[in-house]
């Protein structure tokens, strides 16, 4: 059986760091080939390669059984390889017709020929159901059809071989439905597609085969339809996973926050991003806030925490009310909060460790004398949190923190956070972009907050975490809480349908 | 109506200079480079023009000669520039110190080799390329005196490289590639375009349109060239920036700071100018304070190139 | 945020290094200069430059001392500015503002007692300064509108409005400047002329040096500078730790703004026969301050030790008259160093080229997420 791509025992390596060992891939013509492996396996950097992004130290590529040395995107392009990247390659002012004729435009002594370019851009988008209009600025269309102009992209440049790098990352379960039609759409018509992901839920509602890698080392090849999750996720992670959280029952006490009444406007509209919600995080309990991105979650925190200015409603924090009341002055209240954006709000990158450990308490009297910083005070509270939260770093307190990674930034600045004793932490997607080891670390934390009678409110778009964590889940839709769930008493596909809006909760029913 | 005439060619000894410069800042910085260099580029661009025709003007003389000066200043100008692309596209450097460097350099240049060379740091020139009516064209009602009576052809040259640039930035392949490396050059990247070339491009026609300004700049308001292009390079970087990056709103901006610097500098000459109780330094300021009003407002929405600044390294993903 | 790839992003003895690196070459580029120009005369003028003001004893030094001052300042005005995340190109603006403020309070407020005309003086170059760079800081703050351009604007309206109302208040109109302030509000040399047998320097050097240890000690050492330097890196982190980075950035322009405006007035006010004249022309010293600056790698010993080497080559540029040669050859050493300044990260890049390459774990992206609301 030919294989229209075999790479075979590729080495990558950067620096004395390798991130490839040996790796085979074969894809068969006509599949769609799931590369599975987590975070920093080297998916991506396999891919790369093919690609030609990097160049590898060993092992070759063939393309239809020839070999081939494949040295960059053009390359690759010539051979008919494509890739979706999993943030889109695209330019925020240009239409949707300029985005995909870029690099490959029809000119006519050096100027644009648009009018072929858009008959044959209109006939693909027939011919592979892919709905878009060509006329209109990226800037101004939704994710998921972005995405779609990023297939078309492929397609105009008659790819057969189609990468899609975690292409469901950005999308809305229904974008994600229509994503998996599009795909056997386009294996239909002859593409092969290679798709790389770490959702088993995904890999096997679409996929043929799955390759998993583990840091960087080839595992094995499956055939999906007769490999459950947990085998393939054993074969990702190298040990049993445990899909359950074990979770002890605990006494509930008051509310440390209620938030009554929370409106926030749009900056340009009338319109409410978040809309007349209110509801309570209580003592001993986890609270999960679950919606698909861009429904008002962030803003909500935002607004909460002070980071955004809100327009109606109060925030009552252990009985007081601090809606008017400062930033700096809710973290004194004990209000912790562990940020969306690690690199933009979490961390001064550019700092050290030890600074950025006191990032949130650096005026406190244990710090600082009549302005001066007690250095030393600083370095030893810095090294109790890199001890007790097991914080990996080049350099100890003095790391800069950018040189870190993503785990360890996260552990450093729940370290941060939880260390303050609050009495409620407040964390936005507190797992997104780590591997399981800092998730299971991260969330064994925020438990432990909940064990010892604090108040714990957590902002997810992970089903997995929101159904194994939370005691209570609150549904956020089109900015206004649309439900009130017990994990327990639902399904995670009922959870989906209260997040598309396509069901209600008891007392949240639509008013008329 | 003589006055608005001469408000009008005076205009133009000024605007069309700008005009130069901004488009040359445009290419760069929507390829991705800041380029707050252009004004030592323009001193680099003018002195050795200038010598040139000093050179040169015994044997030489009128149009053929301005011509020449035109091409020596754009290949000095694209050369200079060079050393700004090398620091920031290859090096990665910071782009504003780059810049800063070579402005503080080319006036020393500029100084230290006249003296060397002839003793006096100012570069004296005849004018040779003066038109004081365009036949024909310098005869129509209205449109003839304005723009074909006591012109210049570096006047018509400007205008060219105005309708150039629209049409490059627009309509080619070029310019569609050149503004995907101001934006996002990792979705050029990712299309096989090489980001680097381009970038070399943008500043090097940068480099080409500031020198022919700093010629442009000097040739119509004096008969010397002393080292300085006077903050020219800094005013045309705010019509660039009032301008918010397009070529129409750029020539609008550019019309409108010369009228301002007429005002200015011809300020006694002007009867009705005189009768207001504004002194002429007032003009001088309002294109500065216009930038700043326009920048105060327009930031949240700005045009700027996204990507301008940064520099591209291809092994960041 | 913007990242600026140069000589403030390393560390330590990199940084020292590459300064070190960066003096060398320039200078070498000065001596290939020369040696274009007059191959007989190059080496002696080198080493004229070299050598600098020691070629006069202490009288050289004294002068050298003299040209540092301002520069000193503007060196860390622009240096201040450099570490709260700011590049402060308008250092020549408030620099001139320091003047104007320095001299007029020099003229018109001749009333004051002599022990404190000069000191009010100062203290009104330093107001003026800090109110010059008060605008930018604003709207940087509030408006995010990008220093560089708004510093570039302010330096022209600054010193056309100088321009205007020295003519209307305090002109010389024969020579086209201020008129002389008087004697009251010169800055008292306290028999630091006789020890370095200069006329021209003063306490201002003293003062120099008091306000690089007062902003060292403030950078690195306060919870203040902690705040400056937080904001400077990462604006949004620093809101979301309870820090106003409005009012720090804003304050942190007008300290920057103050220093330069400082400078100004010691230069002015030391009764070396420099008036202020009526010229549309930049203070160079607020360019220079940026050399300073660049080389001292905006660590205020590093600027005050840079702010002396530069002062240094200055006088020796003077001297190399003797040789016929040109003083430019000086300007264009200065730019040749910071040129090779701009691109000191390649000297880190070179260093570390062997070291781990650290592939993070897939990492929040900003471009990934939808538009949201700049919080």
Same mark, same amino acid.
């Given at each position: 059986?030919?294989?229209?791509?075999?790479?075979?025992?590729?080495?990558?390596?950067?620096?004395?760091?390798?991130?490839?060992?040996?790796?085979?891939?074969?894809?068969?013509?006509?599949?769609?080939?799931?590369?599975?492996?987590?975070?920093?396996?080297?998916?991506?950097?396999?891919?790369?390669?093919?690609?030609?992004?990097?160049?590898?130290?060993?092992?070759?590529?063939?393309?239809?059984?020839?070999?081939?040395?494949?040295?960059?995107?053009?390359?690759?392009?010539?051979?008919?390889?494509?890739?979706?990247?999993?943030?889109?390659?695209?330019?925020?002012?240009?239409?949707?017709? +300029?985005?995909?004729?870029?690099?490959?435009?029809?000119?006519?002594?050096?100027?644009?020929?648009?009018?072929?370019?858009?008959?044959?851009?209109? +006939?693909?988008?027939?011919?592979?159901?892919?709905?878009?209009?060509?006329?209109?600025?990226?800037?101004?269309?939704?994710?998921?059809?972005?995405?779609?102009?990023?297939?078309?992209?492929?397609?105009?440049?008659?790819?057969?071989?189609?990468?899609?790098? +975690?292409?469901?990352?950005?999308?809305?379960?229904?974008?994600?439905?229509?994503?998996?039609?599009?795909?056997?759409?386009?294996?239909?018509?002859?593409?092969?597609?290679?798709?790389?992901?770490?959702?088993?839920?995904?890999?096997?509602?679409?996929?043929?085969?799955?390759?998993?890698?583990?840091?960087?080392?080839?595992?094995?090849?499956?055939?999906?339809?007769?490999?459950?999750?947990?085998?393939?996720?054993?074969?990702?992670?190298?040990?049993?996973?445990?899909?359950? %959280?074990?979770?002890?029952?605990?006494?509930?006490?008051?509310?440390?926050?209620?938030?009554?009444?929370?409106?926030?406007?749009?900056?340009?509209?009338?319109?409410?991003?978040?809309?007349?919600?209110?509801?309570?995080?209580?003592?001993?309990?986890?609270?999960?806030?679950?919606?698909?991105?861009?429904?008002?979650?962030?803003?909500?925190?935002?607004?909460?925490?002070?980071?955004?200015?809100?327009?109606?409603?109060?925030?009552?924090?252990?009985?007081?009310?601090?809606?008017?009341?400062?930033?700096?002055?809710?973290?004194?209240?004990?209000?912790?909060?562990?940020?969306?954006?690690?690199?933009?709000?979490?961390?001064?990158?550019?700092?050290?460790?030890?600074?950025?450990?006191?990032?949130?308490?650096?005026?406190?009297?244990?710090?600082?004398?009549?302005?001066?910083?007690?250095?030393?005070?600083?370095?030893?509270?810095?090294?109790?949190?890199?001890?007790?939260?097991?914080?990996?770093?080049?350099?100890?307190?003095?790391?800069?923190?950018?040189?870190?990674?993503?785990?360890?930034?996260?552990?450093?600045?729940?370290?941060?956070?939880?260390?303050?004793?609050?009495?409620?932490?407040?964390?936005?997607?507190?797992?997104?972009?780590?591997?399981?080891?800092?998730?299971?670390?991260?969330?064994?934390?925020?438990?432990?907050?909940?064990?010892?009678?604090?108040?714990?409110?957590?902002?997810?778009?992970?089903?997995?975490?929101?159904?194994?964590?939370?005691?209570?889940?609150?549904?956020?839709?089109?900015?206004?809480?649309?439900?009130?769930?017990?994990?327990?008493?639902?399904?995670?596909?009922?959870?989906?349908?209260?997040?598309?809006?396509?069901?209600?909760?008891?007392?949240?029913?639509?008013?008329? | 109506?003589?006055?608005?005439?001469?408000?009008?060619?005076?205009?133009?000894?000024?605007?069309?200079?700008?005009?130069?410069?901004?488009?040359?800042?445009?290419?760069?910085?929507?390829?991705? =480079?800041?380029?707050?260099?252009?004004?030592?580029?323009?001193?680099?661009?003018?002195?050795?023009?200038?010598?040139?025709?000093?050179?040169?003007?015994?044997?030489?003389?009128?149009?053929?000669?301005?011509?020449?000066?035109?091409?020596?200043?754009?290949?000095?100008?694209?050369?200079?520039?060079?050393?700004?692309?090398?620091?920031?596209?290859?090096?990665?450097?910071?782009?504003?110190?780059?810049?800063?460097?070579?402005?503080?350099?080319?006036?020393?240049?500029?100084?230290?080799?006249?003296?060397?060379?002839?003793?006096?740091?100012?570069?004296?020139?005849?004018?040779?390329?003066?038109?004081?009516?365009?036949?024909?064209?310098?005869?129509?009602?209205?449109?003839? #005196?304005?723009?074909?009576?006591?012109?210049?052809?570096?006047?018509?040259?400007?205008?060219?490289?105005?309708?150039?640039?629209?049409?490059?930035?627009?309509?080619?392949?070029?310019?569609?590639?050149?503004?995907?490396?101001?934006?996002?050059?990792?979705?050029?990247?990712?299309?096989?375009?090489?980001?680097?070339?381009?970038?070399?491009?943008?500043?090097?026609?940068?480099?080409?349109?500031?020198?022919?300004?700093? %010629?442009?700049?000097?040739?119509?308001?004096?008969?010397?060239?002393?080292?300085?292009?006077?903050?020219?390079?800094?005013?045309?970087?705010?019509?660039?920036?009032?301008?918010?990056?397009?070529?129409?709103?750029?020539? =609008?901006?550019?019309?409108?700071?010369?009228?301002?610097?007429?005002?200015?500098?011809?300020?006694?000459?002007?009867?009705?100018?005189?009768?207001?109780?504004?002194?002429?330094?007032?003009?001088?300021?309002?294109?500065?304070?216009?930038?700043?009003?326009?920048?105060?407002?327009?930031?949240?929405?700005?045009?700027? #190139?996204?990507?301008?600044?940064?520099?591209?390294?291809?092994?960041?993903? | 945020?913007?990242?600026?790839?140069?000589?403030?992003?390393?560390?330590?003895?990199?940084?020292?290094?590459?300064?070190?690196?960066?003096?060398?070459?320039?200078?070498?580029?000065?001596?290939?200069?020369?040696?274009?120009?007059?191959?007989?005369?190059?080496? #002696?003028?080198?080493?004229?430059?070299?050598?600098?003001?020691?070629?006069?004893?202490?009288?050289?030094?004294?002068?050298?001392?003299?040209?540092?001052?301002?520069?000193?300042?503007?060196?860390?005005?622009?240096?201040?500015?450099?570490?709260?995340?700011?590049?402060?190109?308008?250092?020549?603006?408030?620099?001139?503002?320091?003047?104007?403020?320095?001299?007029?309070?020099?003229?018109?407020?001749?009333?004051?007692?002599?022990?404190?005309?000069?000191?009010?003086?100062?203290?009104?170059?330093?107001?003026?300064?800090?109110?010059?760079?008060?605008? #930018?800081?604003?709207?940087?703050?509030?408006?995010?509108?990008?220093?560089?351009?708004?510093?570039?604007?302010?330096?022209?309206?600054?010193?056309?409005?100088?321009?205007?109302?020295?003519?209307?208040?305090?002109?010389?109109?024969?020579?086209?400047?201020?008129?002389?302030?008087?004697?009251?509000?010169?800055?008292?040399?306290?028999?630091?002329?006789?020890?370095?047998?200069?006329?021209?320097?003063?306490?201002?050097?003293?003062?120099?040096?008091?306000?690089?240890?007062?902003?060292?000690?403030?950078?690195?050492?306060?919870?203040?500078?902690?705040?400056?330097?937080?904001?400077?890196?990462?604006?949004?982190?620093?809101?979301?730790?309870?820090?106003?980075?409005?009012?720090?950035?804003?304050?942190?322009?007008?300290?920057?703004?103050?220093?330069?405006?400082?400078?100004?007035?010691?230069?002015?006010?030391?009764?070396?026969?420099?008036?202020?004249?009526?010229?549309?022309?930049?203070?160079?010293?607020?360019?220079?301050?940026?050399?300073?600056?660049?080389?001292?790698?905006?660590?205020?010993?590093?600027?005050?030790?840079?702010?002396?080497?530069?002062?240094?080559?200055?006088?020796?540029?003077?001297?190399?008259?003797?040789?016929?040669?040109?003083? +430019?050859?000086?300007?264009?050493?200065?730019?040749?160093?910071?040129?090779?300044?701009?691109?000191?990260?390649?000297?880190?890049?070179?260093?570390?080229?062997?070291?781990?390459?650290?592939?993070?774990?897939?990492?929040?992206?900003?471009?990934?997420?939808?538009?949201?609301?700049?919080?």
């Amino acid at each position: 059986m030919e294989y229209v791509i075999e790479m075979n025992h590729i080495t990558k390596i950067f620096g004395d760091f390798k991130a490839l060992d040996d790796v085979t891939l074969k894809v068969k013509k006509g599949e769609v080939h799931a590369l599975l492996g987590e975070n920093g396996a080297g998916k991506s950097t396999l891919m790369s390669v093919l690609f030609g992004l990097y160049q590898a130290e060993k092992g070759e590529v063939k393309i239809n059984g020839n070999h081939v040395n494949i040295k960059n995107p053009n390359d690759a392009n010539n051979l008919n390889i494509g890739m979706v990247h999993q943030h889109f390659k695209l330019v925020h002012n240009f239409t949707v017709l +300029e985005s995909i004729v870029l690099g490959r435009e029809t000119v006519k002594a050096g100027f644009l020929k648009k009018d072929d370019a858009r008959k044959k851009v209109m +006939e693909l988008s027939d011919r592979y159901k892919l709905k878009i209009d060509v006329d209109a600025f990226i800037s101004d269309i939704t994710v998921g059809m972005q995405q779609r102009v990023e297939i078309l992209k492929m397609l105009y440049c008659d790819n057969d071989i189609l990468i899609f790098d +975690e292409p469901t990352a950005v999308l809305t379960p229904q974008e994600i439905e229509e994503l998996m039609k599009i795909m056997k759409e386009l294996v239909n018509e002859g593409k092969s597609i290679i798709f790389i992901s770490h959702k088993l839920n995904e890999i096997k509602e679409v996929a043929d085969r799955c390759t998993i890698l583990r840091k960087g080392k080839y595992i094995g090849t499956v055939d999906v339809s007769s490999t459950t999750k947990e085998e393939m996720s054993e074969m990702m992670v190298g040990r049993k996973i445990n899909f359950n %959280l074990e979770k002890e029952v605990q006494q509930i006490g008051n509310a440390v926050l209620e938030v009554k009444n929370l409106t926030i406007k749009a900056k340009n509209s009338q319109k409410n991003v978040v809309n007349n919600v209110s509801f309570e995080a209580r003592r001993g309990e986890i609270v999960c806030i679950a919606g698909i991105d861009g429904n008002g979650q962030s803003e909500l925190v935002y607004g909460i925490t002070g980071l955004m200015p809100i327009n109606e409603g109060k925030i009552i924090l252990n009985g007081k009310d601090v809606t008017k009341e400062s930033i700096r002055k809710k973290s004194v209240e004990k209000m912790a909060h562990i940020p969306e954006d690690r690199h933009k709000h979490g961390l001064v990158l550019d700092f050290d460790l030890q600074e950025n450990a006191v990032l949130q308490t650096y005026y406190e009297p244990r710090f600082q004398n009549h302005g001066l910083i007690k250095f030393n005070a600083v370095k030893e509270y810095a090294k109790k949190l890199i001890k007790q939260y097991d914080i990996r770093s080049p350099r100890e307190e003095e790391s800069i923190v950018r040189n870190m990674s993503g785990g360890n930034q996260q552990k450093l600045i729940v370290a941060r956070e939880i260390d303050r004793n609050p009495d409620i932490v407040i964390a936005v997607q507190p797992t997104r972009g780590l591997d399981i080891g800092a998730t299971e670390y991260i969330h064994k934390k925020l438990l432990e907050q909940r064990d010892n009678g604090k108040a714990v409110l957590i902002i997810s778009l992970e089903l997995d975490e929101v159904m194994n964590i939370s005691d209570r889940i609150l549904v956020i839709y089109e900015g206004a809480i649309v439900a009130d769930l017990v994990p327990e008493e639902i399904t995670v596909k009922e959870l989906g349908l209260y997040m598309a809006g396509s069901k209600r909760g008891v007392n949240y029913e639509e008013k008329a | 109506m003589d006055t608005v005439y001469f408000i009008a060619q005076q205009t133009m000894y000024f605007a069309i200079p700008l005009l130069i410069v901004a488009l040359g800042g445009m290419f760069s910085e929507r390829s991705g =480079i800041i380029n707050i260099a252009l004004e030592g580029i323009m001193v680099m661009g003018a002195f050795i023009s200038i010598s040139f025709i000093n050179i040169f003007q015994d044997s030489m003389s009128g149009q053929q000669l301005l011509i020449l000066a035109v091409l020596v200043a754009g290949l000095t100008g694209g050369l200079f520039s060079l050393l700004h692309a090398f620091a920031s596209i290859k090096l990665k450097a910071d782009q504003t110190i780059s810049g800063t460097a070579l402005n503080l350099f080319a006036p020393a240049f500029a100084i230290f080799v006249a003296r060397m060379v002839q003793g006096v740091q100012q570069i004296q020139f005849k004018d040779t390329f003066h038109i004081s009516k365009v036949p024909f064209l310098g005869d129509i009602p209205l449109i003839g #005196p304005i723009l074909f009576q006591n012109s210049y052809i570096t006047t018509y040259i400007g205008i060219g490289i105005a309708i150039m640039s629209w049409v490059i930035i627009n309509h080619t392949r070029f310019g569609l590639r050149l503004r995907a490396c101001g934006e996002h050059p990792q979705a050029a990247d990712s299309v096989g375009i090489n980001v680097y070339k381009i970038r070399y491009a943008g500043v090097i026609i940068s480099g080409v349109l500031a020198g022919i300004g700093g %010629l442009v700049f000097v040739v119509p308001t004096s008969t010397n060239f002393n080292a300085s292009v006077a903050g020219y390079g800094f005013l045309a970087l705010a019509v660039l920036i009032f301008g918010q990056w397009r070529t129409k709103r750029i020539f =609008i901006a550019a019309f409108f700071f010369g009228i301002m610097k007429t005002f200015a500098a011809a300020y006694s000459g002007i009867p009705f100018l005189k009768d207001l109780p504004i002194s002429n330094e007032v003009y001088k300021m309002i294109p500065y304070i216009a930038t700043l009003v326009v920048l105060t407002f327009s930031s949240k929405n700005s045009q700027a #190139p996204r990507a301008e600044g940064i520099p591209y390294d291809k092994g960041s993903r | 945020m913007k990242k600026r790839h140069s000589l403030q992003d390393l560390r330590g003895t990199t940084s020292f290094f590459a300064s070190f690196m960066a003096i060398v070459v320039g200078l070498l580029f000065g001596l290939l200069i020369l040696l274009v120009s007059n191959r007989e005369q190059a080496f #002696p003028a080198f080493l004229t430059i070299l050598v600098g003001g020691f070629a006069d004893g202490t009288k050289g030094i004294g002068q050298e001392l003299y040209y540092a001052i301002p520069i000193i300042m503007t060196g860390l005005s622009v240096g201040f500015a450099f570490k709260t995340g700011l590049f402060n190109i308008g250092a020549s603006g408030q620099f001139t503002c320091g003047a104007f403020a320095a001299i007029y309070i020099g003229i018109k407020c001749a009333f004051l007692p002599a022990g404190i005309h000069w000191l009010v003086a100062l203290l009104g170059a330093m107001a003026a300064g800090a109110i010059w760079g008060m605008g #930018p800081g604003i709207l940087k703050a509030f408006a995010n509108v990008n220093e560089v351009i708004t510093s570039i604007m302010m330096n022209y309206i600054g010193i056309y409005l100088v321009n205007m109302t020295i003519v209307k208040t305090i002109y010389d109109p024969l020579k086209n400047q201020t008129k002389p302030v008087a004697s009251s509000a010169i800055i008292p040399k306290a028999g630091l002329d006789k020890l370095f047998n200069s006329n021209n320097l003063n306490i201002g050097i003293i003062i120099a040096v008091l306000m690089v240890i007062v902003i060292y000690i403030l950078l690195h050492k306060t919870t203040f500078g902690y705040e400056l330097k937080s904001c400077g890196q990462n604006k949004a982190a620093s809101k979301y730790a309870g820090i106003n980075e409005k009012k720090t950035i804003v304050l942190s322009m007008m300290i920057a703004g103050g220093l330069a405006g400082l400078g100004g007035g010691l230069l002015y006010l030391s009764g070396s026969g420099k008036y202020l004249q009526v010229l549309d022309v930049l203070a160079p010293e607020g360019f220079s301050g940026i050399s300073v600056a660049l080389l001292g790698m905006s660590h205020p010993i590093g600027i005050l030790f840079a702010g002396l080497f530069i002062a240094h080559i200055t006088v020796g540029g003077f001297n190399i008259q003797l040789y016929s040669f040109v003083p +430019e050859v000086i300007d264009m050493i200065i730019a040749a160093i910071i040129y090779c300044g701009a691109f000191a990260l390649l000297f880190k890049n070179l260093i570390n080229k062997n070291k781990k390459h650290v592939v993070d774990d897939k990492v929040v992206n900003k471009e990934e997420t939808n538009v949201k609301e700049e919080v």
